[in-house]
């Protein structure tokens, strides 16, 4: 059997690409992904990261209009636009529940920007192992000659 000589170039490996993508990620997300050269996730990460600034300040407008409502009502006055509607406990029942809500918000940024450096730290080690076709598995049957029966394994190749 006859090896093959490779015609692939060898590409040098770099230990500090993984740490550099994630610092990247972490200074400005998605940079380290452009670094990587995943270019499609830029805008997955972008996208999640806005929508939690939308959820966070919808849900901000959202408790502070329940809670300017019921302070005005604590100071005295009858014209907050819950007037008639809604009773004190119910304005602080829906307090408590667009801050819970404005927390989750924050709370799921802050994850997606761990993603987002994960995610670019995991990407350049990928990046780095080697799938070329110097590695092969192949399924190996052949019959021993002196008995007849079959042998049936798995042989792992490897060409340098």
């Not at 692939?8 to 994630?22: D, F, G, Q, T």
């Not at 995610?119 to 052949?142: I, K, M, T, Y």
């Amino acid at each position: 059997m006859k090896l093959k000589k490779s015609t692939k170039s060898k590409v040098e490996y770099n230990a500090l690409a993984p740490a550099k993508a994630a610092f990247y990620s972490a200074v400005l997300p998605g940079l380290g992904q452009a670094y990587n050269k995943s270019y499609w996730k830029i805008p997955i990460v972008y996208a999640g990261l806005g929508a939690g600034i939308y959820f966070y300040s919808t849900n901000n407008r959202e408790y502070n209009r329940y809670r300017n409502a019921y302070k005005r009502r604590l100071a005295g006055y009858t014209d907050d636009e819950f007037q008639g509607v809604l009773t004190d406990k119910t304005l602080i029942d829906a307090q408590k529940q667009f801050r819970r809500q404005k927390e989750m918000s924050v709370l799921a940024m802050a994850a997606l920007y761990v993603l987002n450096i994960i995610d670019a730290n995991v990407d350049a080690h990928l990046r780095q192992f080697n799938v070329d076709e110097d590695l092969s598995l192949q399924p190996n049957f052949n019959v021993d000659e002196f008995t007849g029966r079959a042998n049936y394994g798995l042989s792992l190749n490897l060409k340098f």
